[in-house]
């Protein structure tokens, strides 16, 4: 069964603070995407990921970076953490050429 | 102005009832076409899949695209207190290159009420 699994379901941070969200799938993907999704909004990729140790921006990377060192596991950083990344964080992976994206469940994070 | 365009609701409908869900873009380059159901605390997960113009039906779920209007549809027949959920439509311009992206409606939540 695929699965994509991401390190907490909610997480509350300070203001400044290092944010580390993990995610890890078990089908062997070779891509992995990182979105934020807000009331209205819709899904907004943050970063992606085609290869392990490859990353590449997408339309919101500003205050995040991405690592990828092994190819299950793409994790995603805030630097310095501030109250307008509140915000559900989601991770997906898919198969390369493939079209379907397989999502984890979130992370809901509050930056207080 | 967004790219993707859709009516968040919420849509509320009786149990049986067909539901109408549509979603407009701009970008004249989307020929993948993709529908995303979220149920509450949960990622959202793949229920239909077009290319190009045209009508698919798999079951209770029928999708359309007007490519000419820059318009799609997603119709859900008999529905079910188990299809209340956000509906997310998503597409793409290209999908064969490994960093290719979605672009995502802001999604309609919809209840069905028993």
């Known amino acids: 069964d695929v699965k994509v699994t991401q390190s907490s379901r909610y997480l509350v941070k300070r203001t400044g603070e290092k944010v580390f969200l993990e995610c890890v799938q078990d089908m062997d993907h070779e891509n992995m995407f990182w979105y934020r999704q807000d009331p209205g909004l819709g899904l907004r990729l943050i970063y992606f990921s085609y290869d392990v140790k490859m990353k590449e921006k997408g339309d919101i990377p500003e205050g995040y970076s991405v690592s990828r060192e092994k190819k299950e596991r793409f994790s995603l950083i805030l630097e310095s953490a501030s109250t307008n990344q509140t915000s559900m964080y989601l991770c997906?992976?898919?198969?390369?050429?493939?079209?379907?994206?397989?999502f984890g469940p979130g992370t809901r994070l509050t930056v207080l | 102005q967004k790219e993707v365009e859709q009516d968040p609701g919420p849509l509320s409908v009786p149990e049986g009832a067909i539901v109408s869900l549509n979603c407009t873009y701009s970008?004249?380059?989307?020929?993948?076409f993709m529908w995303y159901r979220q149920y509450s605390r949960k990622g959202p997960e793949l229920l239909m899949y077009t290319y190009s113009s045209g009508n698919k039906e798999d079951g209770r779920f029928t999708a359309q695209v007007d490519k000419s209007s820059k318009y799609i549809s997603l119709f859900i027949r008999d529905s079910q207190p188990s299809d209340s959920a956000t509906y997310l439509c998503?597409?793409?311009?290209?999908?064969?290159?490994?960093?290719?992206?979605?672009?995502f409606g802001g999604g309609t939540r919809v209840l069905v009420k028993p």
């Open positions: 997906a992976s898919k198969v390369e050429g493939n079209y379907e994206q397989f």
């Open positions: 998503a597409m793409s311009a290209w999908i064969k290159a490994a960093g290719n992206k979605l672009t």
């Open positions: 970008n004249s380059a989307f020929q993948y």
